[in-house]
């Protein structure tokens, strides 16, 4: 079993920053893909980044904004988010997904969530 714990969501203005934490602990870090969903109100979870062995990949809306960075020897993956929007106002869910699942399904495991809030 995999626990996640999320942290460094709150409030920032739009162009601001933001960096999130996960820890994970419990099961083989370095073999999980780390990745990074966001859920705003009313709408569905959506994937924002992820990274494995073979890197990084981006949602488009996040491209260019936002880097995903993970350290295996601390168990932490980290979402480095710049130039923040509105939009980009939701809860952050850190999720490990295991060899053999689907990135964002059930078989993985998930954070509590972390709220980022943009203001204009």
């Known amino acids: 079993q995999v626990q996640l714990v999320e942290s460094g969501g709150g409030l920032v203005q739009a162009g601001g920053s933001l960096r999130l934490s996960c820890v994970a602990s419990?099961?083989?870090?370095?073999?999980?893909?780390m990745a990074w969903f966001r859920q705003a109100p009313g709408k569905e979870r959506e994937f924002v980044a992820a990274i494995s062995w073979s890197g990084g990949s981006y949602a488009e809306f996040v491209k260019g904004r936002f880097t995903i960075s993970r350290d295996n020897a601390k168990n932490t993956v980290a979402l480095q988010m710049n130039s923040l929007k509105r939009e980009d106002t939701a809860v952050y869910y850190c999720?490990?997904?295991?060899?053999?699942?689907?990135?964002?399904?059930?078989?993985?495991?998930w954070g509590q969530g972390t709220q980022v809030t943009v203001s204009s």
């Open positions: 999720t490990a997904t295991p060899p053999g699942c689907e990135l964002g399904k059930g078989c993985g495991y």
């Open positions: 419990g099961g083989t870090f370095s073999e999980y893909t």
